[in-house]
């Protein structure tokens, strides 16, 4: 995978610019001057870290619908995770799915099909899904429309009387660290 910025190739180059500071002496002429502080060797070796690690974890993320083998993702029941909706265009990653990866902190992987009642009990709780938030590609959601919810979210709404049905086979199955299969399976949507 290509960056566009490799955090090992920093070199003395960057110390140098970090570390360099204009200055006037005596007489009112800048001059360069090297100032190693114990405080920019610090801030140096954070931002250095800081660098590091994005690169690391970018390299390393998966979006775990295919793993590094070449596997499918795998929804709740076991089987091949298949698509929640495309209008509107749900999941995480805003393709249609609920895969997730370990930037994904809600772990938006219910595919559930949306009510009025979740609507208001999830408005009530500070999360309003149905007001539009284009900036963030987001349409608001109506009763009927199906999305990826946070795994949390819908067992909370389970636990208050207000989940959604789910369609297990879009279901990912990192929901079952979180909810079991025998209380997913009371809130099935029933195939046509």
Known sequence: ???????????????TFFTTFKIRDGSCKTKLHKYRSPTMKKLFFLLFMGFHIGAIAQQNTTRMNVSTNGVKAKNVLGGELESCCFEPMTGYFRDGY?????????????????????????????????????QFRFPGLKPGDKWCLCASRWLEAHHAGFAPKVDLKATHEKTLSIVDLEILRLYVVEEK
């Open 1 to 15: 995978m290509y960056f566009l910025f490799q955090p090992w190739t920093i070199d003395h180059r960057l110390w």
């Open 98 to 134: 609920c895969r997730t990866d370990m930037m994904d902190r809600g772990v938006h992987t219910v595919c559930a099909i949306m009510t009025q009642e979740f609507l208001d009990y999830t408005k009530s709780k500070g999360n309003d899904l149905s007001t539009p938030w284009p």
